[in-house]
Protein backbone atom coordinates (compact mmCIF):
# COMPACT_ATOMS: atom_id res chain seq x y z
CA UNK A 1 0.00 0.00 0.00
CA UNK A 2 1.52 3.29 -1.04
CA UNK A 3 0.87 6.49 1.63
CA UNK A 4 -0.89 9.32 -0.14
CA UNK A 5 -2.27 12.30 1.23
CA UNK A 6 -6.24 12.53 0.55
CA UNK A 7 -9.50 14.32 1.55
CA UNK A 8 -12.45 12.48 0.81
CA UNK A 9 -15.99 14.83 1.22
CA UNK A 10 -19.40 12.97 1.19
CA UNK A 11 -22.55 14.82 -1.32
CA UNK A 12 -25.43 14.88 -0.66
CA UNK A 13 -26.59 15.72 -4.30
CA UNK A 14 -24.76 15.99 -7.80
CA UNK A 15 -25.56 19.73 -7.30
CA UNK A 16 -23.68 20.10 -4.19
CA UNK A 17 -20.42 17.97 -5.40
CA UNK A 18 -20.69 20.19 -8.77
CA UNK A 19 -20.38 23.01 -6.62
CA UNK A 20 -17.52 22.34 -5.07
CA UNK A 21 -15.48 21.44 -7.55
CA UNK A 22 -16.16 24.17 -9.12
CA UNK A 23 -14.81 26.08 -5.84
CA UNK A 24 -11.77 23.89 -6.06
CA UNK A 25 -11.21 25.02 -9.50
CA UNK A 26 -11.79 28.72 -9.20
CA UNK A 27 -9.35 29.03 -6.00
CA UNK A 28 -6.28 26.85 -8.50
CA UNK A 29 -6.69 23.45 -7.13
CA UNK A 30 -4.94 20.58 -9.64
CA UNK A 31 -7.69 18.74 -11.09
CA UNK A 32 -5.53 16.35 -12.34
CA UNK A 33 -5.49 15.08 -8.53
CA UNK A 34 -9.37 15.30 -8.09
CA UNK A 35 -11.87 12.39 -8.17
CA UNK A 36 -15.48 12.34 -8.31
CA UNK A 37 -17.51 9.04 -7.51
CA UNK A 38 -21.02 7.96 -7.66
CA UNK A 39 -23.86 5.83 -8.47
CA UNK A 40 -25.34 5.71 -11.58
CA UNK A 41 -29.01 5.42 -10.92
CA UNK A 42 -32.46 5.42 -11.82
CA UNK A 43 -32.03 3.82 -14.73
CA UNK A 44 -35.73 2.73 -14.88
CA UNK A 45 -36.69 5.89 -15.92
CA UNK A 46 -34.10 7.15 -18.38
CA UNK A 47 -31.64 5.47 -21.20
CA UNK A 48 -28.33 5.46 -19.75
CA UNK A 49 -25.11 5.34 -22.00
CA UNK A 50 -21.44 5.74 -21.98
CA UNK A 51 -19.36 5.56 -25.16
CA UNK A 52 -16.07 7.10 -26.07
CA UNK A 53 -15.51 9.89 -29.24
CA UNK A 54 -11.86 9.94 -30.07
CA UNK A 55 -10.65 12.13 -26.57
CA UNK A 56 -14.14 12.99 -25.59
CA UNK A 57 -16.17 10.35 -22.67
CA UNK A 58 -20.51 10.85 -23.34
CA UNK A 59 -22.49 9.91 -21.01
CA UNK A 60 -25.85 10.21 -21.19
CA UNK A 61 -29.19 9.32 -18.53
CA UNK A 62 -30.32 11.56 -15.80
CA UNK A 63 -27.21 13.47 -14.58
CA UNK A 64 -25.87 13.34 -18.03
CA UNK A 65 -25.21 16.75 -18.22
CA UNK A 66 -23.37 16.88 -14.42
CA UNK A 67 -20.97 13.81 -15.67
CA UNK A 68 -19.99 15.22 -19.07
CA UNK A 69 -18.72 18.27 -17.98
CA UNK A 70 -16.68 16.01 -15.35
CA UNK A 71 -14.67 14.27 -17.74
CA UNK A 72 -14.26 17.54 -19.65
CA UNK A 73 -12.36 18.79 -16.24
CA UNK A 74 -11.04 15.57 -14.82
CA UNK A 75 -8.23 13.06 -15.88
CA UNK A 76 -9.99 9.55 -16.43
CA UNK A 77 -13.48 8.19 -16.54
CA UNK A 78 -15.35 4.45 -16.22
CA UNK A 79 -18.46 3.51 -15.66
CA UNK A 80 -18.08 -0.07 -13.46
CA UNK A 81 -21.04 -2.22 -12.20
CA UNK A 82 -19.44 -3.41 -8.66
CA UNK A 83 -21.15 -6.03 -6.68
CA UNK A 84 -22.88 -4.20 -3.61
CA UNK A 85 -23.02 -0.89 -5.10
CA UNK A 86 -24.39 -1.69 -8.91
CA UNK A 87 -23.92 0.76 -11.44
CA UNK A 88 -21.13 3.09 -10.30
CA UNK A 89 -19.25 6.51 -12.29
CA UNK A 90 -15.87 7.40 -12.03
CA UNK A 91 -13.91 10.54 -13.21
CA UNK A 92 -10.08 11.02 -11.87
CA UNK A 93 -7.57 9.29 -10.58
CA UNK A 94 -9.94 6.85 -9.00
CA UNK A 95 -10.18 5.31 -11.48
CA UNK A 96 -6.93 4.01 -12.09
CA UNK A 97 -6.57 3.20 -8.55
CA UNK A 98 -10.10 0.49 -8.94
CA UNK A 99 -8.69 -0.97 -12.29
CA UNK A 100 -5.56 -1.30 -10.41
CA UNK A 101 -7.15 -3.19 -7.30
CA UNK A 102 -8.93 -5.36 -10.62
CA UNK A 103 -6.19 -5.88 -12.46
CA UNK A 104 -3.63 -7.19 -9.23
CA UNK A 105 -6.38 -9.04 -7.87
CA UNK A 106 -6.67 -7.08 -4.40
CA UNK A 107 -8.80 -8.66 -2.09
CA UNK A 108 -9.57 -6.53 0.58
CA UNK A 109 -12.49 -7.98 2.86
CA UNK A 110 -15.69 -6.95 2.99
CA UNK A 111 -15.25 -3.90 0.63
CA UNK A 112 -15.37 -3.92 -3.06
CA UNK A 113 -12.97 -3.24 -5.80
CA UNK A 114 -13.74 0.60 -5.70
CA UNK A 115 -12.72 0.43 -1.71
CA UNK A 116 -9.76 -1.70 -2.67
CA UNK A 117 -8.56 0.92 -5.05
CA UNK A 118 -8.63 3.72 -1.88
CA UNK A 119 -7.48 1.75 0.43
CA UNK A 120 -4.10 0.88 -2.21
CA UNK A 121 -3.55 4.87 -1.78
CA UNK A 122 -3.89 4.42 1.99
CA UNK A 123 -7.36 5.36 2.99
CA UNK A 124 -8.26 2.91 6.30
CA UNK A 125 -10.76 0.28 5.26
CA UNK A 126 -13.29 1.52 7.95
CA UNK A 127 -13.25 4.92 6.03
CA UNK A 128 -13.64 2.66 2.72
CA UNK A 129 -16.92 0.80 4.48
CA UNK A 130 -18.17 4.60 5.24
CA UNK A 131 -17.76 5.82 1.81
CA UNK A 132 -19.36 2.77 0.06
CA UNK A 133 -22.49 3.37 2.39
CA UNK A 134 -22.40 6.71 1.29
CA UNK A 135 -22.30 5.51 -2.45
CA UNK A 136 -25.13 2.96 -1.74
CA UNK A 137 -27.53 5.91 -0.63
CA UNK A 138 -26.66 7.82 -3.99
CA UNK A 139 -24.86 10.31 -2.48
CA UNK A 140 -21.00 11.44 -4.18
CA UNK A 141 -17.75 11.09 -2.97
CA UNK A 142 -15.26 13.78 -4.23
CA UNK A 143 -11.40 12.69 -3.05
CA UNK A 144 -8.48 14.96 -3.88
CA UNK A 145 -4.78 13.77 -3.07
CA UNK A 146 -1.60 14.95 -3.19
CA UNK A 147 1.00 16.33 -0.93
CA UNK A 148 0.29 17.33 2.58
CA UNK A 149 0.32 20.96 1.88
CA UNK A 150 -2.14 19.91 -1.29
CA UNK A 151 -4.42 18.47 0.31
CA UNK A 152 -4.68 20.55 3.45
CA UNK A 153 -5.35 23.64 0.73
CA UNK A 154 -8.29 21.45 -0.70
CA UNK A 155 -9.07 20.74 2.57
CA UNK A 156 -9.77 24.39 3.91
CA UNK A 157 -11.77 24.92 0.46
CA UNK A 158 -13.89 21.88 0.84
CA UNK A 159 -14.78 22.80 4.29
CA UNK A 160 -16.70 25.75 2.90
CA UNK A 161 -18.53 23.76 0.76
CA UNK A 162 -20.26 22.16 3.62
CA UNK A 163 -20.31 18.52 2.42
CA UNK A 164 -22.15 16.25 4.54
CA UNK A 165 -18.77 14.78 6.01
CA UNK A 166 -15.27 14.69 5.12
CA UNK A 167 -11.84 13.41 5.86
CA UNK A 168 -8.61 14.11 5.88
CA UNK A 169 -6.05 11.05 5.30
CA UNK A 170 -2.51 11.67 6.63
CA UNK A 171 0.27 9.51 4.56
CA UNK A 172 2.20 9.69 7.50
CA UNK A 173 0.14 8.79 9.64
CA UNK A 174 -1.04 5.97 7.70
CA UNK A 175 2.68 4.74 7.37
CA UNK A 176 3.16 5.53 11.05
CA UNK A 177 0.13 3.29 12.15
CA UNK A 178 2.19 0.10 9.89
CA UNK A 179 5.03 0.09 11.76
Not at 10 to 36: F, N, W
Not at 81 to 90: D, N, T, Y
Not at 125 to 141: H, N, P
Not at 150 to 160: F, S
Request: charged share 15%; hydrophobic share 45%; with cysteine.
Amino acid sequence: MSTINSVVAVYPTHTEADQAVKELQRCGVDLHKLSIVGRGYHTDEHAVGYYNTGDRMKYWGKLGAFWGGFWGLLFGSAFFIIPGLGPILAAGPVVAWIVGALEGAVVVGGVSALGAGLYSIGIPKDSVVKYEAALKTDQFLLIFHGTAAEVAKAKDIIETTHPAQFSLHSGEAVAAAKV
